[in-house]
């Protein structure tokens, strides 16, 4: 599983820094790409506000899915089955933790630049006046 993740990642890696810039440079490509950039601007204003609010509910809903499997599938089943935490190496644990601690980080400054931003626009006009 390790394995294709790294794979998927190279993958996203050389297409996102690699193929993607040349193809972006081709006018016949040029078009899409434009559209590309606005679709994830339209996204991101959909989703200003609430990104953090999604990113925690996403991990609480994953951590109850594996919890729950971990606890009720021996209860349902009548068989022991290996629970899915002990099927994460050991030294994987931190690394998660200080991911996730890492993205709700970003998420938070990010809301707090958009604030900054909107409090500066709202004190700009007053000060002309």
Do not use: C
Request: glycine letters at 4%; charged letters at 20%.
């Amino acid at each position: 599983m390790l394995t294709f993740i790294f794979v998927v990642a190279t993958f996203v890696a050389i297409y996102w820094f690699w193929i993607r810039p040349v193809l972006k440079s081709r006018p016949a490509f040029r078009e899409l790409y434009e559209r590309e950039e606005s679709f994830f601007v339209a996204l991101r204003e959909k989703l200003k506000g609430i990104k953090q609010k999604l990113s925690s509910a996403t991990v609480i809903a994953a951590s109850a899915a594996v919890s729950g499997y971990d606890f009720f599938t021996p209860i349902v089943t009548g068989v022991d089955v290996s629970s899915l935490t002990s099927k994460v190496p050991s030294w994987a644990w931190p690394l998660v933790l200080i991911s996730l601690t890492a993205l709700f980080q970003f998420l938070r400054n990010l809301a707090d630049k958009r604030r900054q931003v909107e409090l500066a626009d709202a004190t700009a006009p007053g000060q002309r006046a």
